[in-house]
């Protein structure tokens, strides 16, 4: 039995930190690897100047009070002040845009992967280096502000992003995990780093625009999952915990996105597992065991925590919109006089959705809140359409924003289970699209037509997965694999709770996939006259 006081006094625990879009989580874990206490902050993106954006002060107010209710859950359950630490990690949402200058001060404001301004850069690079490269990716951001003749762009000594920005500032460090960093510029598999022919190219790229750029010297270093990347300062302490209790010098395990602690966080590392995480945006990730055999540009490749090679389908927009519907009940309870329980009220709208139509009844709905580039829209409107023939009842109509908060990722799934014909075991489903027991599972299993597992330990999300990753930094043994270190010490008593593809459903997803691929041009009318 641990006794957790003196765990906690003598700094044997290990902390992690996500930045995601819309929480900010830390969860602190024993020796045994478990969640002991957690803290959260609640935020949201904004729209500045056209770019989705988080601002500085916001990301440090939200770490600090994020820190501040984990200290306190400390306080309360064990009776103890969090002073020492015995290693910690930082993870943050994939992608994006952070230029910093040489005294570390914002170039422009942060431009997250939300951003659908890129598709110029993207299609040229995809093109240059036969790699598919996505708008969210962060060599994407930067071909587009050269493209564009941003005056910035001359000025960059570090390019990051959210979770490597986090990581200098508290460990001086510039570093990124590999799967982050495969979310940056495409990933040389043998050497873990960036890949030196697409480096070239690039730099190529960027002189006939007039800039000079030496990309390898403004990236971050590339580490593996297993290796230190550097120690808590005494300025970096402060950032976190300003009462000035947190003591400096725990180590840093190399800071990962959300994909990748994802991956940890489900258990699935190894080769022909993969994970779907739903949220405000929705990704599927397989670990391959061969390489696609051509590019699409639907279809991202990453890498996990460890550099092998994952397929990833994501689509921008997910959850989103349902919850705007979900909040419209919520209103009209509200002006009714009647009592809500927002945990209640999901709970009976979504299993609404179970009674419905296989087809969702001809309904049709696209959660675009942003643009999607899985459908190639840079711009988005959220839309609900009706025919006159339509089954319109709350059963349909829950059934359909929950088919399309997972329409656009399954465009990608398709091309990997369909045309490639990946090998895919079993998907582990983490996020808030699968809290309502059952639902979300078995809609994401009509999707996939693959069997979906949720775990009890799912709820943690990325926190604890980064939090496990420096875990595994401190109790890595001489060859131990991370897959060997995740079923060992980490899921050797999970349990999961898993759904099978029920038939019917699966063929009522096609038929209305087959509605909502039909029905993309007036989504794209929307657009076009909803300015």
């Known amino acids: 039995m641990y006794d957790m006081k003196q765990m906690i006094e003598q700094g044997q625990t290990v902390l992690g930190i996500e930045l995601g879009s819309t929480r900010i989580k830390a969860v602190l874990i024993a020796e045994n690897n478990q969640p002991i206490a957690s803290g959260a902050f609640d935020w949201e993106n904004q729209l500045v100047e056209g770019y989705w954006t988080y601002s500085e002060q916001s990301i440090w107010e939200g770490l600090k009070q994020a820190y501040l209710k984990l200290k306190e859950d400390v306080q309360n359950q064990y009776g103890v002040t969090l002073k020492k630490i015995?290693?910690?990690?930082f993870s943050a949402m994939m992608h994006g845009y952070i230029a910093l200058d040489k005294e570390g001060n914002w170039l422009v404001p942060f431009r997250t992967w939300r951003n659908n301004r890129q598709e110029e850069a993207a299609s040229a690079l995809t093109e240059a280096f036969n790699y598919q490269i996505p708008q969210r990716w962060t060599i994407a951001h930067l071909y587009q502000a050269i493209l564009n003749g941003e005056s910035h762009v001359k000025d960059i000594h570090t390019l990051?992003?959210?979770?490597?920005?986090?990581h200098e500032k508290l460990t001086g460090e510039k570093i990124l995990g590999v799967g982050e960093a495969s979310g940056v510029f495409p990933i040389d598999l043998e050497t873990k780093s960036y890949q030196q022919k697409m480096v070239d190219t690039f730099e190529k790229l960027?002189?006939?625009?007039g800039v000079v750029i030496d990309l390898r010297a403004i990236l971050p270093e590339v580490k593996v999952a297993g290796e230190s990347a550097g120690a808590l300062t005494e300025a970096g302490c402060l950032l976190l915990d300003p009462s000035g209790d947190l003591?400096?010098?725990?180590l840093l395990c190399p800071p990962e996105g959300d994909a990748g602690t994802g991956m940890v966080a489900t258990n699935s590392v190894k080769v022909r597992t993969g994970n779907v995480s739903a949220g405000t945006s929705v990704f599927a990730m397989v670990v391959l065991e061969k390489e696609l055999s051509k590019v699409y540009t639907e279809i991202d490749l990453v890498t996990t925590p460890t550099?092998?090679?994952?397929?990833?389908?994501?689509?921008?927009?997910?959850t989103s919109d349902l919850n705007a519907w979900v909040n419209l009940f919520k209103e009209f309870q509200e002006t009714m006089g009647m009592a809500v329980d927002m945990d209640t009220l999901y709970q009976t709208l979504y299993e609404a959705a179970l009674s419905g139509d296989k087809d969702g009844g001809g309904l049709l709905s696209y959660g675009y809140l942003s643009g999607e580039h899985m459908t190639h829209f840079e711009e988005g409107r959220p839309l609900f359409v009706r025919g006159t023939d339509a089954k319109f009842n709350l059963s349909n109509f829950m059934r359909t924003h929950l088919y399309s908060s997972l329409g656009a990722m399954k465009i990608g799934m398709d091309l990997l289970l369909k045309e490639e014909h990946v090998a895919l075991d079993e998907m582990l489903g983490h996020g808030g699209l699968f809290k309502t027991k059952g639902v979300g599972q078995s809609m994401m299993a009509a999707a996939l037509n693959t069997p979906v597992s949720v775990m009890e330990t799912a709820g943690e999300g990325g926190a604890w997965g980064i939090a496990v990753l420096a875990s595994f930094m401190l109790q890595k043994e001489e060859g131990q694999t991370l897959d060997h270190f995740l079923n060992v010490h980490v899921f050797n008593q999970a349990e999961a709770d898993t759904i099978h593809p029920n038939q019917d459903d699966v063929l009522g997803f096609e038929q209305f996939m087959t509605r909502y691929k039909q029905g993309l041009p007036i989504e794209r009318a929307a657009v076009d006259h909803l300015k």
Not at 206 to 209: F, I, T, V, Y
Request: hydrophobic share 35%.
């Open 86 to 89: 015995g290693a910690l990690g």
């Open 160 to 166: 990051t992003t959210l979770a490597g920005y986090v």
């Open 247 to 250: 003591t400096s010098g725990s």
């Open 206 to 209: 960027a002189s006939d625009r």
């Open 307 to 318: 550099g092998n090679l994952v397929a990833m389908a994501h689509s921008n927009n997910c």
